[in-house]
């Protein structure tokens, strides 16, 4: 079993839905992404899924999009990210699933960017413009380096592409909650429930909710229905927020990154108790499952 | 490499393909199949015909440019005149087209990128005759740089809205565009305004643009009895060559697409994505765009915004993979020159974007002397560049 199955089956033991807990690696310094690492962690966070910065982000709102820029504007690389990769998995056991687009990986060789991160302790790979009908190497290439793939579904996927989609789906799969760039506006979807009881008929893997969490209620809600909770944005903003205000206040770099992590720590706990606090969907998913 | 086996469609050999979000691909196998049925129906055609030739004022001249020859070596110089088409440029035969398409699939609101203006221009003009709103995305640095263009948008009811990310150029605007459309496919159609992002829009806008090439052979054939020496045309994004070069694919003669070497391409200040990039994934397509090693966006320049763009269509980095066509650049500087020169010669003032076409057939005329042929792309006029910041980069 891989890390990432392991996490979503102690959560399922715990009768929850994991959290997923997206960072921007490098926003605004590497030191800043292994504070946040440990502090969601330390909330209880399931895994991590860490973002590698792009220039042209196409399914990233402003939250995100500003992330990246403050950590390629720090010098960020692929290589500096696995350099410091093994830092974060020190502190934490939370598995890592490296989110990033497709030409960082392109770029530094798909092949030897799975090694590498395999290497470097991640445990998964994401790429949001690779869509799996063109992610057969990909996918070999990751496998081959012991990382799962997770692929992607969103509210107008057709029943074929979902099909599809999950299938090459290893660790979990990822359901886009609404149409929509990532961040907080317009929330959660709509259709959330009914896009994941679609997923449900033709899922073998965990499905887990992304897009639109901000709040504890929002993590409750995606929680009754879906195994994993995906929030970004939320962590995102307010630790640039938190760190921006100390800087301003004066503190020192570390005190600055220490108030963050605070804030981001406090924000997973009340993601983690909204998660809680759903109603337990263990054993109807169980049923579901010995059905399908 | 990866891309080998790739199967999304829209190939042109490994290069094309979509690399979308999961999101945008309902959106995308909509208006491919709308564009599949709508391009064979007959009433579709004979309306955009009957745009073309009474709104459009299609066929654009094919001019022989005698004065302007003389300073390329004394070959024979012939200008595709799409300076002369409504709006000033070729963008309106893709923008019209896709108009149509948009009102077609019911779509109710149209987005456009611009960098020169020109293309947010031709959307929004083809928005105000169907009477569709049109919200227009255009770096901040290009709506100082081509405030005319902005001035005629707002004119023509288009609101533009200013992108503040990256470089605040045409990048820039184009990805903030398809961050809109993600969220807004249900009622609004993305027009793009060059053969770049996903299937299936660098076929469909090469289809719409084809018109100058067509017209340009059958022209060519009727002045001068014989196809000329060679063809050229700038590049960006590549429309306005593509749509040159398509319908001449067969025929035996050179296709030169000139890129913007901006202050030189040592100098690492330019924007000649197949000349001087690698390939690699932007804006939806397997293509030639400028990166870093780390396969970061590199920042580009050209003194014409229209040309200021990393990337470039993924059929161009096919004919010049498969060496169908030729890729050179040119400076900013040389373009200037060529500038003022059709201007004084021939009472033409050209686009700068197209500038960059002249200057490249200065030089090739010089090589093929008085016994040569070229024929040249005119994509658009230059009203846009007679006032210009000159520290814009």
């Given amino acids: 079993m891989t890390t990432i199955a392991s996490a979503f089956e ?10 997923i807990a997206y960072l921007a690696a490098g926003d605004p310094d590497l030191a800043m992404t292994i504070a946040l690492a440990r502090a969601v962690a330390e909330a209880g966070a399931d895994i991590i899924e860490l973002g590698i910065p792009f220039s042209d982000p196409l399914a990233d709102g402003p939250i995100i999009q500003a992330a990246y820029t403050r950590a390629l504007a720090s010098g960020i690389s692929v290589k500096r990210i696995f350099e410091h990769l093994p830092m974060i998995a020190e502190v934490t056991e939370t598995p890592i699933v490296l989110m990033t687009a497709l030409n960082p990986v392109h770029a530094y060789g798909p092949d030897a960017f799975c090694r590498d991160a395999k290497a470097a302790g991640a445990a998964g790979l994401l790429i949001p413009d690779l869509l799996p009908e063109d992610a057969s190497d990909l996918r ?3 496998h081959a380096a012991g990382l799962d793939t997770v692929f992607l579904a969103a509210p107008d996927t057709t029943e074929e592409r979902l099909a599809a989609a999950a299938a090459a789906s290893t660790g979990f799969f990822y359901l886009i909650s609404r149409r929509g760039v990532t961040g907080p506006e317009g929330g959660v979807g709509e259709e959330l429930e009914a896009e994941v009881a679609r997923a449900r008929k033709v899922c073998t893997v965990p499905i887990a909710v992304g897009f639109g969490v901000t709040a504890g209620a929002d993590a409750r809600r995606v929680a009754e229905a879906a195994d994993g909770v995906i929030v970004g944005s939320a962590f995102v903003r307010l630790a640039s927020e938190v760190f921006e205000e100390a800087r301003e206040g ?23 108790d909204g998660i809680r606090g759903a109603r337990s969907k263990t054993a109807r998913t169980e049923t579901e499952r010995v059905e399908t | 490499m990866m891309m080998k086996t790739a199967t999304t469609p829209g190939r042109f050999g490994e290069f094309g393909g979509r690399y979308v979000p999961e999101t945008l691909v309902p959106a995308l196998d909509e208006l491919e199949a709308a564009f599949d049925r709508l391009w064979n129906d007959d009433d579709f055609r004979a309306e955009l015909d009957m745009l073309l030739l009474d709104y459009v004022g299609r066929p654009t001249p094919l001019y022989h440019a005698s004065r302007f020859s003389e300073r390329c070596g004394g070959a024979t110089v012939y200008l595709k005149r799409e300076d002369l088409a409504h709006t000033g440029s070729h963008k309106l035969n893709n923008a019209l087209g896709q108009a149509l398409l948009a009102r077609a699939l019911g779509k109710t609101r149209l987005i456009a990128e611009t960098g020169a203006g020109q293309h ?12 569709l709103p049109c919200q227009v995305y255009m770096g901040r640095t290009d709506m100082k740089r081509q405030r005319l263009n902005l001035i005629r948008m707002e004119l023509l009811g288009a609101e533009v809205i200013p992108v503040d990310s990256g470089a605040k150029t045409l990048k820039d605007a184009t990805s903030q565009a398809i961050r809109d459309w993600m969220g807004s496919y249900r009622d609004t159609h993305y027009v793009i305004g060059s053969c770049v992002g996903p299937h299936p829009y660098p076929l469909m806008v090469r289809t719409f643009q084809s018109v100058i090439g067509v017209e340009a052979r059958r022209q060519i054939l009727e002045q001068h009895g014989e196809l000329p020496d060679g063809l050229v045309a700038c590049v960006g994004g590549g429309s306005n ?3 040159l070069f398509h319908p001449f694919i067969d025929d035996d003669i050179p296709m030169v697409g000139v890129e913007a070497a901006g202050a030189g391409l040592a100098s690492g200040r330019h924007s000649a994505s197949l000349v001087g990039g690698r390939a690699g994934v932007l804006h939806g397509s397997y293509s030639f765009l400028l990166q870093d090693d780390d396969g970061q966006v590199a920042p580009t320049h050209s003194i014409a915004a229209g040309l200021d763009y990393p990337g470039v269509g993924p059929e161009h980095a096919w004919l010049q993979a498969t060496g169908r066509a030729r890729y050179v650049s040119v400076t900013d500087d040389e373009a200037s020159a060529a500038y003022s020169a059709l ?27 008085p016994d040569g042929v070229l024929l040249v792309n005119l994509s658009g006029r230059g009203d846009k560049d007679v006032v210009r910041d000159d520290d814009d980069g």
């Fill in chain 1, 10 to 19: 102690r959560a399922k033991r715990d009768r929850r839905s994991a959290l």
């Fill in chain 1, 140 to 142: 070999e290439q990751a």
């Fill in chain 1, 250 to 272: 004066n503190q020192s770099h570390s005190a600055a990154r220490a108030a963050a992590a605070e804030a981001v720590k406090a924000k997973a706990q009340e993601l983690m």
């Fill in chain 2, 120 to 131: 947010g221009v031709a959307t929004a003009t083809a928005a105000a005759l169907l009477g």
């Fill in chain 2, 241 to 243: 060559a593509i749509g």
């Fill in chain 2, 343 to 369: 201007a004084k010669t021939e009472g033409i003032i050209p686009a700068l974007e197209s500038s960059h076409a002249l200057a490249y057939a200065m030089s090739w005329g010089r090589e093929l002397g």
